[in-house]
């Protein structure tokens, strides 16, 4: 019984990290799990789940080797592990210093023996495979932004986004919005102390123009902010975005975004009058539908 619950906390404690690898086949499988970006220097955890799908293996050894890589145990050895059972392990492991910035390999191998019904003693079987590790010596953040086609004066809209980094941990990023063609009144800064590598942030501004912007302009919006490093190190960070600003009309109701289906464009903006003659002419028709019945039930 101590023996199931240990190998349930083991794989219950696994970090859960941006990649994974398998290595298997028919008899025993491996999952590794590991950050999708590393910082030469700092230490990372490859996590590491065996788990066999057949009867009578043993002897299992996991080795995980890199040049660009110091592992301060870089084997997991088990003795026996019986069919539909996993164990866990994680290897710790540090990019040694000196190594660009880019791609490099590591080789996992997994050997174990398996005794069949009709084998004189067990089999040794090997698998290898080669996993890939992305370092960056920096933080490196991208700007995926959205904001409405058209917007009305004086009525308030949302720039959202999603700041994605793909380089080391950022820290202190700070971001703000402005326009040159028109004031913007609101939610303009953004910050956030730390996205740690391979990690993504969701943000939105809630923005505002004049309400008496009287010519109708197509304006650039300017996203414009900063991070730094872990040593302090400043990095700029922006985008620019359109959007066509007019007054609302006096009979307009809804919203200026519209919606292109093939050739033709649907606006949910609309007329009182349009709301009107819809209604009257949805009244003529159920007087005319009443009318029909009436007339029928005369001829009977």
């Given at each position: 019984m101590?023996?199931?619950?240990?190998?349930?906390?083991?794989?219950f404690?696994?970090?859960?990290?941006?990649?994974?690898?398998?290595?298997?086949?028919?008899?025993?499988?491996?999952?590794?799990?590991?950050?999708?970006?590393?910082?030469?220097?700092?230490?990372?955890?490859?996590?590491?789940?065996?788990?066999?799908?057949?009867?009578?293996?043993?002897?299992?050894?996991?080795?995980?080797?890199?040049?660009?890589?110091?592992i301060?145990?870089?084997?997991?050895?088990?003795?026996?592990?019986?069919?539909?059972?996993?164990?866990?392990n994680?290897?710790?492991?540090?990019?040694?210093?000196?190594?660009?910035?880019?791609?490099?390999?590591?080789?996992?191998?997994?050997?174990?023996?398996?005794?069949?019904?009709?084998?004189?003693?067990?089999?040794?079987?090997?698998?290898?495979?080669?996993?890939?590790?992305?370092?960056?010596?920096?933080?490196?953040?991208?700007?995926?932004?959205?904001?409405?086609?058209?917007?009305?004066?004086?009525?308030?809209?949302?720039?959202?986004?999603?700041?994605?980094?793909?380089?080391?941990?950022?820290?202190?990023?700070?971001?703000?919005?402005?326009?040159?063609?028109?004031?913007?009144?609101?939610?303009?800064?953004?910050?956030?102390?730390?996205?740690?590598?391979?990690?993504?942030s969701?943000?939105?501004?809630?923005?505002?123009?004049?309400?008496?912007?009287?010519?109708?302009?197509?304006?650039?919006?300017?996203?414009?902010?900063?991070?730094?490093?872990?040593?302090?190190?400043?990095?700029?960070?922006?985008?620019?975005?359109?959007?066509?600003?007019?007054?609302?009309?006096?009979?307009?109701?809804?919203?200026?975004?519209?919606?292109w289906?093939?050739?033709?464009?649907?606006?949910?903006v609309?007329?009182?009058?349009?709301?009107?003659?819809?209604?009257?002419?949805?009244?003529?028709?159920?007087?005319?539908?009443?009318?029909?019945?009436?007339q029928?039930r005369?001829k009977?």
């Amino acid at each position: 019984m101590k023996y199931y619950l240990l190998v349930l906390a083991v794989f219950f404690f696994i970090p859960a990290y941006g990649l994974q690898n398998t290595i298997s086949d028919s008899n025993i499988q491996v999952a590794l799990n590991y950050p999708d970006i590393l910082t030469p220097q700092d230490n990372f955890v490859l996590s590491s789940v065996v788990k066999t799908s057949a009867d009578q293996v043993s002897n299992i050894t996991l080795t995980i080797s890199s040049p660009q890589l110091d592992i301060s145990q870089n084997q997991f050895h088990i003795d026996s592990l019986p069919k539909d059972s996993t164990l866990g392990n994680n290897f710790n492991a540090k990019v040694k210093q000196g190594i660009p910035d880019g791609a490099f390999l590591a080789n996992v191998e997994v050997q174990y023996f398996i005794k069949g019904y009709f084998d004189p003693k067990p089999v040794k079987n090997s698998l290898t495979k080669a996993i890939e590790f992305n370092t960056q010596s920096k933080p490196l953040l991208l700007l995926n932004a959205q904001v409405p086609d058209d917007v009305f004066a004086g009525e308030p809209f949302s720039i959202k986004g999603t700041i994605k980094n793909q380089g080391s941990d950022a820290q202190n990023i700070q971001m703000s919005v402005d326009s040159l063609q028109v004031p913007l009144d609101g939610r303009k800064i953004y910050s956030q102390t730390n996205l740690e590598a391979g990690k993504s942030s969701d943000f939105e501004f809630v923005l505002q123009t004049p309400k008496d912007f009287g010519i109708p302009t197509h304006a650039s919006i300017h996203l414009n902010g900063t991070y730094m490093d872990k040593s302090g190190k400043a990095y700029s960070l922006g985008d620019s975005l359109n959007v066509f600003i007019r007054q609302r009309g006096l009979l307009e109701l809804g919203g200026p975004e519209g919606l292109w289906i093939g050739n033709f464009f649907i606006a949910p903006v609309v007329g009182v009058g349009t709301i009107v003659s819809s209604v009257i002419g949805l009244l003529i028709f159920i007087w005319h539908m009443k009318n029909k019945k009436k007339q029928k039930r005369v001829k009977k």
